[in-house]
């Protein structure tokens, strides 16, 4: 290479002609910036909102509701306390449940589908 080839790319590279690694950069990030709100949007709102939704289900549960367990089984709640249940799921068959292990709670409309 001359001298006057060097002192060209030198010159070039002083006035802020933009190198080609910035543009991989920046093709990169900014597809990547623009998908986090997207993927927000998309899947873990509405997540939360169903977890909110089943706590406070869970949370509301009362004598006589039919209820469905982790483990599939189905039962009507006899008593609550704070944390636990006691489901019936046998004629004189009570269980004591954590109500976090309450998959489902089947209310009237549910009850009089079903029927």
């Not at 704070?82 to 309450?102: F, Q």
């Amino acid at each position: 290479m001359t001298t006057s080839t060097l002192l060209t790319m030198s010159a070039a590279t002083a006035a802020g002609v933009p190198s080609p690694g910035g543009a991989i950069f920046s093709s990169f990030i900014v597809p990547l910036i623009l998908i986090l709100p997207i993927f927000w949007l998309l899947i873990w709102r509405p997540q939360n909102q169903r977890v909110k939704q089943h706590q406070a289900t869970i949370a509301a549960v009362k004598k006589g509701d039919d209820v469905i367990t982790a483990g599939g089984i189905r039962g009507r709640v006899t008593k609550v306390s704070d944390d636990e249940a006691e489901v019936e799921i046998a004629s004189g068959v009570r269980v004591k449940v954590v109500k976090s292990t309450l998959s489902q709670v089947l209310n009237a409309a549910t009850k009089a589908a079903n029927d």
